[in-house]
């Protein structure tokens, strides 16, 4: 099994490549997103506004993860509860994930831990302008979540922006693909698929 670490700031396009790499590998690919080992909201961090932080690396339970990426590694199933998450309500459900050729870590956070340096084959790296990335959060959480304009852009100030400059930025220039997602993301994703066939062969 090869890992592919995918990531991105928010509103970067990642679920867009991820559902291109589905498409291309259907079951040669595993999935494991990053929004679905969340620990619990009480136990997140507050800003000083007492504002419920979602954009650290903490917020992740990383042991977890790393633990069903070493099982799938082994060969091994792992059985995993999924998360939608709105402003008022999480549904889960549980799913099982097979081991297959690759592996997808998605999530702004895939680097942010030391085990998964060490783990991963490949890094591919979603980019478009802030200003871009900005409005299709406002989009999003305005239509998917039930936020106001005015609320996203306290947590794209306040959250979202230091955790893309402390944590998420740095990685843009060690990644071997960088996937354009301003407008036209097809060549970025083609580009990520051939580099992903070639290292599985090698």
Known sequence: MKILALLGGSGS???TILNGLREHFSARAAVLTLDNYHRPKSELPVD???ETNFDLPEV???ADLVRDIDQLRAGK???LDTYTYNRDVMQSEQITIAPAEWLVVEGLFAMAYTAMEERIDL????DAPVEIRLQRRIARD???RGYTEDEVRYQWQNHVRPADIAHIEPWKDRADVVVDNTHHWQDGLQALIAQMEEAYTN
């Open 60 to 62: 992740i339970n990383d």
């Open 142 to 144: 305005g239509s998917e």
């Open 77 to 79: 199933p792992i059985q």
């Open 13 to 15: 396009g990642k679920s």
């Open 48 to 50: 000083e506004n007492g």
């Open 123 to 126: 890094l591919g790296y979603i």
